[in-house]
């Protein structure tokens, strides 16, 4: 199919501002291109495929991410460890799994999510899971000889790097908050938690113990990772983990 020098040219501008932005609102006057011209939609998913990139449409926004594999653009440790405080991999591996625990506890498709009326979940009970989870994950690894190697998660070197190497934050100096030094557990949450902020995706607000998920997030979920074999794998282990956790609790009562 060929296209006109026109819609070529506007193409390329919507593409470069949705490169720059990363969401656009469907009401944005060049994400509207997108969703009113054919022409242009394929032309701007075109380029997004030749960079390793991936165009989502929803109702509400227009979504630029990078392919899981193969995209110049995937956020690889190297990459974290320059932008964030992720001074070796198994920092890397534990912000993988403090993100897919906090995912699996906000999204709408779990029975198992804690929520509140709001959508957001405080620091402290986001650093409670973690540390149940973990802890389920490192009895689970003593009795099932494979069960790190089945899963692919370093489970020692997290749980190490959690329970004994992190400490626990200390109220902040002004009275308000608490502190956020990586080498505390929520000073971890904090760092770990940051792509999702960047992306638009979250609001982190440490002196209000809040982290609050956006509607962007929701999106994401829903387009880009239910029914991605992996995610799911993770979720069901992780919701595994937390009925356990809450039989247990049921047995000792």
């Not at 998913?45 to 630029?64: D, M, Y």
């Not at 992720?86 to 890397?92: I, V, Y």
């Not at 089945?150 to 002004?174: G, R």
Request: with cysteine.
């Amino acid at each position: 199919m060929s296209y006109s020098s026109e819609e070529i040219k506007k193409a390329g501008e919507v593409f470069f501002h949705l490169f720059d932005k990363k969401i656009l609102p469907a009401g944005d006057v060049l994400a509207g291109e997108f969703y009113d011209n054919n022409a242009i939609s394929e032309i701007v998913k075109s380029f997004a495929e030749e960079g390793g990139l991936r165009v989502i449409p929803t109702r509400q926004n227009l979504h630029l991410v990078a392919q899981g594999e193969g995209s110049i653009f995937a956020t690889t440790y190297t990459k974290m460890k320059e932008e964030y405080k992720l001074d070796r991999k198994k920092h890397f591996y534990l912000a993988n799994i403090i993100i897919c625990i906090y995912l699996a506890e906000i999204d709408r498709e779990n029975n198992f999510s804690f929520r509140i009326e709001d959508g957001a979940i405080s620091y402290y009970k986001l650093e409670e899971i973690i540390s149940e989870t973990l802890e389920s994950w490192i009895k689970r690894n003593e009795q099932e000889a494979d069960f790190a190697r089945d899963f692919a998660i370093a489970i020692e070197e997290i749980h190490q790097l959690w329970s004994v190497e992190m400490s626990h934050s200390k109220e902040a100096k002004e009275g308000v908050g608490f502190s956020l030094s990586k080498g505390t557990r929520l000073g971890f949450i904090h760092e770990a938690l940051k792509p999702l902020e960047k992306e638009g995706l979250i609001i982190t607000l440490p002196r209000e113990n809040r982290i609050i998920p956006k509607e962007e997030l929701y999106e994401r979920l829903e387009k880009l990772y239910h029914g991605g074999d992996r995610y799911e794998e993770i979720m069901e282990l992780i919701k595994k983990s937390k009925g356990e956790r809450e039989n247990a609790e049921t047995d000792e009562n």
